[in-house]
């Protein structure tokens, strides 16, 4: 597939999977993202993915469009996350991460109620990132 | 989540995302497995994912099965990569990831198509590989 058509698959998902490493030990969960100018926008409670990131920007990012196990497209990103702090200076891109967070509030509510029903001490604070496109391929199967 | 229950979720999948890395950085990419006694068996050509797990056995998968954005279940396996090699010693454990390249077939086809229509030098020898299982972890989020 060419970088465009790509980059198209990219526009119309919300939902991949996002790699991050640490010591060579991967790490892998589902997330929700908004593309916009380049980068994948989103956002997290602070956590192992977030404490990773931080230590190590180097990320891969998976999406995928199945129809059918002879129909489908997967494209992959290869890119550096970037945390977009409470700084005047990101605001703009704030904003966009925080158009995601309410979209997606429905679905991060679970998270919340999870989190403080066991107790655990884990701020609730948002963190606001996003994720620069260095590489991106995508593979399409047509019956 | 128990560890039973998550273990549960990975004997009824056959679809999930493998994250490896190779100098900190992680790669994902989804895969067909299939469980049996505390491993995933599966297949590949030869390639980046396959090269890159040689050199560092330490592996990530994640499978989730999504009924809403408020009812969705998802795993996470920290796991260790080992080659099936064409021995008598490890017969048995080929047979289980054989057995999934025989379902599976149908959907491999595209792979192979592609791959000498494009004219390239992979070879098409498959290799069967399995996942120890070393951590398993679960969350649910029920409406």
Redesign the interface.
């Known amino acids: 597939m060419t970088r465009q058509a790509s980059l198209e698959v990219l526009a119309r998902a919300h939902v991949g999977?996002?790699?991050?490493?640490?010591?060579?030990?991967?790490?892998?969960?589902?997330f929700y993202f908004t593309y916009h100018s380049d980068s994948l926008y989103s956002f997290a409670t602070v956590g192992q993915k977030i404490e990773w990131m931080r230590s190590?920007p180097?990320?891969?990012?998976?999406m995928?469009e199945v129809v059918s196990?002879?129909e489908w497209v997967?494209v992959?990103v290869?890119g550096r996350y970037e945390e977009l702090p409470d700084t005047p200076h990101y605001e703009a891109e704030r904003a966009v991460a925080y158009n995601l967070l309410q979209k997606?509030a429905?679905?991060w509510?679970?998270?919340y109620v999870?989190t403080t029903q066991h107790g655990t001490q884990r701020p609730l604070v948002p963190v606001y990132y996003r994720i620069h496109v260095a590489q991106i391929t995508g593979?399409r199967?047509?019956p």
């Open positions: 999977r996002l790699a991050c490493a640490q010591e060579n030990q991967p790490y892998v969960v589902p190590n180097l990320v891969c990012v998976e995928d196990p002879e997967s992959i290869f997606k429905m679905w509510e679970p998270v999870k593979h199967a047509t």
